[in-house]
């Protein structure tokens, strides 16, 4: 399994990626950690005409904002993130794939990706996220609630690149990610991200692997779980029929705010 | 085409590349270096794993390109003086393989944590190979070896 041919630009500006962005169009994609695009280049579902590689762009930090935010950069690792001591990326990132995956893997990279069973996204969607995306027309930031359109699907449009992730992190609260997978680092059949009010009023969790893109559900701790997994629209496959996804969406989400 | 200039186990490798030739291919078949496994060349398996300036990767999820400038070690590095590595002497002891196929990537995912052998957490070792497919030996002589060679296997 070896990757159709294709055209390799690796910018060292921002202006200079966008300009390769904008050129190639909706045959270019963007090359940051590739571990899942470069999977999909490999089983060919994805054959782009033109990857511009996104890696030594000057977008790897990580910055707390006077806003209350954190600034996540395009090209930071996920086990650079899993360091920055930042409570609910580091526990939901200990979930994602293995060691080796997050030594390149992005976080702006897993988001923009819009895997359903992502933990980053819907942890990006629980903590308020922020994409700001720039093309060669100019710079747009888009909330991740609008981001993430369906499975692989988001709102980004050819020639735009995401270059930094802003989060909500809310002082005080107390985040947890719980998740049922075959095997540690696959993909989760479904899992959640829970976050708890230092009040113990309303709760916000975000749900993934249980529809076609992540959801949140706001409301008190003991509504949560019936709610939430109502509003799950989950797939059956070999892996796991929709009852038992439901199912665990319910009994995830009383384990989380037990915790 | 594109010129790619890599140091691999200290060795400087230079080609002309095509972008979609993998890190691994690279390894294999431009470096002639042969023990990097590619089992599922997709990300799963972690055969392909090596060390990218001293962080454990997917070989087979890098372009060669992307490793321009780099430096790249190889499990035939491991025994670079002609003794076995105290991680391969671990594996050696603990029966840690059997066919061998997985065994480079399970070493270089292990390596990656060598530098601060005296600090690695058990859970660490753990999460090292849980990423890494075996087959045929199984997990629990592997894990021994790790905990042996890392000092925190239970005495």
């Known amino acids: 399994m070896k990757p159709a041919p294709f055209a390799y630009r690796r910018p060292e500006s921002v202006d200079e990626a966008l300009a390769a962005l904008a050129e190639g169009g909706d045959e270019a994609r963007v090359l940051a950690g590739g571990q899942s695009l470069v999977p999909m280049l490999a089983f060919r579902l994805a054959r782009p005409a033109l990857l511009v590689d996104v890696n030594r762009l000057p977008l790897d930090r990580i910055e707390a904002l006077a806003s209350g935010e954190v600034r996540i950069g395009a090209v930071v690792r996920q086990r650079a993130a899993e360091r920055a001591g930042i409570a609910p990326l580091g526990e939901a990132l200990r979930w994602v794939a293995h060691p080796p995956i997050r030594n390149r893997g992005t976080v702006v990279g897993s988001v923009c990706h819009a895997d359903p069973a992502a933990e980053l996204s819907a942890l990006a969607l629980a903590l308020d996220g922020v994409l700001e995306v720039r093309s060669a027309a100019g710079a747009r930031e888009v909330r991740v609630s609008d981001l993430l359109v369906g499975p692989l699907m988001t709102s980004l449009r050819p020639g735009e690149l995401a270059v930094a992730l802003r989060l909500r992190t809310r002082p005080g609260w107390r985040w947890r990610v719980r998740e049922v997978s075959r095997r540690q680092g696959d993909f989760a059949l479904a899992g959640v991200v829970a976050g708890l009010p230092p009040d113990g009023g309303v709760c916000r969790v975000a749900v993934f692997g249980a529809a076609g893109r992540p959801y949140l559900v706001d409301g008190p701790a003991e509504e949560l779980p019936a709610l939430a997994a109502a509003m799950a629209e989950p797939a059956s496959d070999v892996h796991a029929d929709a009852g038992y996804r439901r199912h665990l969406v319910e009994v995830l989400m009383r384990r989380a705010l037990a915790s | ?155």
Do not use: K
């Open chain 2, 1 to 155: 085409m594109i010129d790619v200039d890599v140091e691999v186990n200290g060795r400087r490798v230079r080609a002309r590349v095509e972008p979609r030739l993998t890190l691994a291919d690279f390894i294999r078949d431009r470096a002639h270096l042969t023990g990097t496994h590619l089992g599922c060349e997709h990300g799963v398996c972690g055969s392909c794993t090596v060390l990218l300036d001293g962080e454990a990767v997917r070989s087979c999820l890098l372009f060669a390109v992307q490793a321009e400038g780099s430096r790249v070690t190889t499990v035939e590095a491991l025994a670079g003086d002609g003794a076995l590595h105290p991680l391969q002497q671990a594996f050696h002891r603990h029966h840690a393989l059997q066919c061998g196929y997985c065994t480079p990537g399970f070493l270089m995912a292990l390596a990656e944590l060598w530098e601060r052998r005296n600090e690695v957490a058990d859970e660490e070792l753990i999460a090292a190979v849980d990423g890494q497919l075996c087959r045929c030996t199984g997990y629990a002589g592997i894990l021994a070896a790790a905990r042996d060679a890392f000092g925190t296997l239970e005495p």
